[in-house]
T-cell receptor, first 113, second 117 residues
Framework: DQQVKQNSPSLSVQEGRISILNCDYTNSMFDYFLWYKKYPAEGPTFLISISSIKDKNEDGRFTVFLNKSAKHLSLHIVPSQPGDSAVYFCAASDTGTASKLTFGTGTRLQVTL | ETGVTQSPTHLIKTRGQQVTLRCSSQSGHNTVSWYQQALGQGPQFIFQYYREEENGRGNFPPRFSGLQFPNYSSELNVNALELDDSALYLC????????????????FGPGTRLTVL
């Protein structure tokens, strides 16, 4: 049972354009969502998060949007840079089990010149 | 300040064998979580250790076990290895009270790639 889904395995975007990565979840108990970036041979690195009491959180070029009614979140990267090329994982937790993160399957972003 | 380190980097075992993976947590962190990432999948939570006690477990059989030591480093042990155990095993450390911490302050190591033949 995949509770966090990233339906696009890959995405290619030109440098300078916007990258939009999507994530859907099914468990209504999730109330905290995170995005991680992963380069080859490295562990996932925390990028940005959002609590369910908000619908938007920004950090520099990265913005996460949350639509609770649709159980959908998205990560926007503007402008995209070649160094953003990596695998992006969406993850979720509920405050009752803050020890456990449930991850999606990842989206490989390639930013081309 | 050193980050999370894991050893070994790669490991090859045969079916039925036992394996021990090691993780050194980031300085000052008292909580370690282990995740399994199979090829093409996202990381899956195995269990967490807080101050040497298991503090939450995912949907993994008992042949997956762990330890946390007084210096907060940790081991993941897998007995009776199966082909499906082939995966990247990730360790993540964090600092919290009673095992509760801000999940966005969890730092991952580079992982151990286990291949079971």
């Amino acid at each position: 049972d995949q509770q966090v889904k990233q339906n696009s395995p890959s995405l290619s975007v030109q440098e300078g354009r916007i990258s939009i990565l999507n994530c859907d979840y099914t468990n209504s108990m999730f109330d905290y969502f995170l995005w991680y970036k992963k380069y080859p041979a490295e562990g996932p690195t925390f990028l940005i998060s959002i609590s369910s009491i908000k619908d938007k959180n920004e950090d520099g070029r990265f913005t996460v949007f949350l639509n609770k009614s649709a159980k959908h979140l998205s990560l926007h990267i503007v402008p995209s840079q070649p160094g953003d090329s990596a695998v992006y994982f969406c993850a979720a937790s509920d405050t009752g089990t803050a020890s456990k993160l449930t991850f999606g399957t990842g989206t490989r972003l390639q930013v081309t010149l | 300040e050193t980050g999370v380190t894991q050893s070994p980097t790669h490991l090859i075992k045969t079916r039925g064998q036992q394996v021990t993976l090691r993780c050194s947590s980031q300085s000052g962190h008292n909580t370690v979580s282990w995740y399994q990432q199979a090829l093409g999948q996202g990381p899956q939570f195995i269990f967490q250790y807080y101050r040497e006690e298991e503090n939450g477990r995912g949907n993994f059989p008992p042949r997956f076990s762990g330890l946390q030591f007084p210096n907060y480093s940790s081991e993941l042990n897998v007995n009776a290895l199966e082909l499906d155990d082939s995966a990247l095993y990730l360790c993540a450390s964090s600092s919290g009270t009673s095992g509760v911490y801000l999940v966005n302050e969890q730092f991952f190591g580079p992982g151990t790639r286990l291949t079971v033949l």
